[in-house]
Nanobody, 128 residues
Framework: QFQVVESGGGLVQPGESSRLSCAGA????????IAWFRQAPGKEREGVSC????????TTNYADSVKGRFTISRAKNTVYLQMNSLKPEDTAIYYC?????????????????????WGQGTQVTVSS
């Protein structure tokens, strides 16, 4: 059974940092583009960031709301989301998702059939 498992998150104060991890179970993430999404209470799930496959230099994409604050990266079978300067509006459940392809497609920030394996999500709460 192929799964992705998120870890990290929790309660952090505004301005602090946190790092999320996404690991593959039963398969390796290395050959697929991986995206992070988030869903805040009462809102639709939105794309946060996407990174292409590991080979030949991964390309990255970010939502405007997190550019300059969040950094996506990957190591063997793991994708990270480093979140700095966190704001209360970053509070959400964060999910990682595996793309069917090697590159982040044009509409990477929208839920679609392009993403076939989703994690269970990890809660990030930014509050003082």
């Amino acid at each position: 059974q192929f799964q992705v498992v998120e870890s990290g998150g929790g309660l952090v104060q505004p301005g602090e940092s946190s790092r999320l991890s996404c690991a593959g179970a039963g398969f390796t993430l290395d050959y697929y583009a991986i995206a992070w999404f988030r869903q805040a209470p009462g809102k639709e799930r939105e794309g946060v960031s996407c990174i292409s496959e590991s080979g030949s230099g991964s390309t990255t994409n970010y939502a405007d709301s997190v550019k300059g604050r969040f950094t996506i990266s990957r190591a063997k079978n793991t994708v990270y989301l480093q979140m700095n300067s966190l704001k209360p509006e970053d509070t959400a459940i964060y999910y990682c998702a595996t793309s069917r392809g090697r590159q982040c497609h044009g509409a990477w920030d929208r839920e679609s059939d392009e993403y076939d394996i989703w994690g269970q999500g990890t809660q990030v709460t930014v509050s003082s």
